[in-house]
Nanobody, 126 residues
């Protein structure tokens, strides 16, 4: 299975920005969907967004639409999550995940992804 390594979390003020990175152990962007998820203390893990194979489509959760941006660099086997206009409620552990999906669509639902990286903590202060 592909290994994923997420990084880039930290402390930010409300209204600030962070960029998370997720490096895959092998080239998978041509036939895998990559997703970003988050889990706040005491809450279930939720989808933030996903990018379909070959960067064909990007889907965002309503809660982050217009503030977060997913992008990828296939040469670096890396997918990014740019977090802008951060809010205290964005505080969570953020995870990246991958799933074999050669079709040009994705859905940021936890059960759709089987390969998970370790999380990176994002803390937003008010």
């Amino acid at each position: 299975d592909v290994q994923l390594q997420a990084s880039g979390g930290g402390l930010a003020q409300a209204g600030g920005s962070l960029r998370l990175s997720c490096v895959a152990s092998e080239f998978i962007f041509h036939d895998h969907a990559l997703g970003w998820f988050r889990q706040a203390p005491g809450k279930e893990r939720e989808g933030v967004g996903c990018i379909a194979s070959s960067n064909s489509r990007i889907v965002y959760a309503n809660s982050v639409k217009g503030r977060f941006t997913i992008s990828s660099d296939s040469a670096k086997n890396t997918v990014y999550l740019q977090l802008n206009s951060l809010k205290p409620e964005d505080t969570a552990v953020y995870f990246c995940a991958a799933e074999y999906n050669p079709y040009y669509h994705c859905s940021p639902e936890v059960h759709q992804f089987r390969s998970w990286g370790q999380g990176t903590q994002v803390t937003v202060s008010s």
